[in-house]
C-alpha cells in the first residue's frame, strides 16, 4: 500500500548526541514536510522540501537539519543545538493542493 | 500572514448528539481549508478539504464542513456522534495561489459520552 513510513517509533537521547529520525514515502509525492508536535501548540513546520535536493527552513529550524537526495526520503537530524528535542516529531507529503498525508509519527525523548 | 483559530481546547458531547468542532481563519486572497483528525500517537488523517465551490463540503467518516466566508469560519460537523468520534481535530489554513505552507490551529480534543 502507499504511504509515509517513519521510523523509529520511539527515540531516546543523551543530551548532546545528535539522532536521525526516518521518513520515506512511496506516494510519488514531491513535497516532504517535517512539523514538531507539542501538547496545546498543534503542530509547528521545521523543514519541507519541494523537490529532490531543495528545502527550505519553517517557523522551527533552529537546532535541525534536513537532506532530499531522493525523491522518496526527508530524513530529519535533531542534532545537539536544539535544547528542548522533547517532542512527537511528524513527516508529511503533498499533492498540489497542500492536502497533506502524514506518518504515523516519531516520539522523541531526552533522557 | 495567515492564522487559525480553534476557539475551544476540548467539546464534549452525548453519543447520538450532533457535534460541532469551531474553527476560523485568516488569509489574505481565497483560502484552502483543510480538517484533520489524529488518535492518540498516531499521524494526522485528512477528513475534509475546501477548495473552491459548494460551501458544504463532506468528508470522511460522516463529517462535513460549512465554509462561510462573510464569518471567515469552517467549522466542522457531523450529526450523529459516536464514541469512537473522540480523538483530536485540527484544522488549517492555506491561502490558494501561495508558496505558504499550511497553518495548523491549536486543535480542539473531541470526547463523545457513552
Known amino acids: 500500500d502507499g504511504g509515509i513510513t517513519q521510523s523509529p517509533k520511539y527515540l531516546f537521547r543523551k543530551e548532546g548526541q545528535n539522532v536521525t529520525l526516518s521518513c520515506e514515502q512511496n506516494l510519488n509525492h514531491d513535497a516532504m514536510y517535517w512539523y514538531r508536535q507539542d501538547p496545546g501548540q498543534g503542530l509547528r513546520l521545521i523543514y519541507y522540501s519541494q523537490i529532490v535536493n531543495d528545502f527550505q527552513k519553517g517557523d522551527i529550524a533552529e537546532g535541525y537539519s534536513v537532506s532530499r537526495e531522493k525523491k522518496e526520503s526527508f530524513p530529519l537530524t535533531v542534532t545537539s543545538a536544539q535544547k528542548n528535542p522533547t517532542a512527537f516529531y511528524l513527516c508529511?507529503?503533498?499533492?498540489?493542493?497542500?492536502?497533506?498525508?502524514f506518518g504515523e509519527g516519531s516520539r522523541l525523548t531526552v533522557l | 500572514a495567515q492564522s487559525v483559530a480553534q476557539p475551544e481546547d476540548q467539546v464534549n458531547v452525548a453519543e447520538g448528539n450532533p457535534l460541532t468542532v469551531k474553527c476560523t481563519y485568516s488569509?489574505?486572497?481565497?483560502?484552502?481549508l483543510f480538517w484533520y483528525v489524529q488518535y492518540p500517537n498516531r499521524g494526522l488523517q485528512f477528513l475534509l478539504k475546501y477548495i473552491t465551490g459548494d460551501n458544504l463540503v463532506k468528508g470522511s467518516y460522516g463529517f462535513e464542513a460549512e465554509f462561510n466566508k462573510s464569518q471567515t469560519s469552517f467549522h466542522l460537523k457531523k450529526p450523529s456522534a459516536l464514541v469512537s468520534d473522540s480523538a483530536l481535530y485540527f484544522c488549517?489554513?492555506?491561502?490558494?495561489?501561495?508558496?505558504?505552507?499550511?497553518?495548523f490551529g491549536s486543535g480542539t480534543q473531541l470526547t463523545v459520552l457513552p
Open positions: 488549517a489554513v492555506r491561502a490558494s495561489g501561495s508558496a505558504r505552507q499550511l497553518t
Open positions: 488569509v489574505s486572497g481565497n483560502p484552502y
Open positions: 508529511a507529503s503533498s499533492i498540489n493542493t497542500g492536502e497533506l498525508f
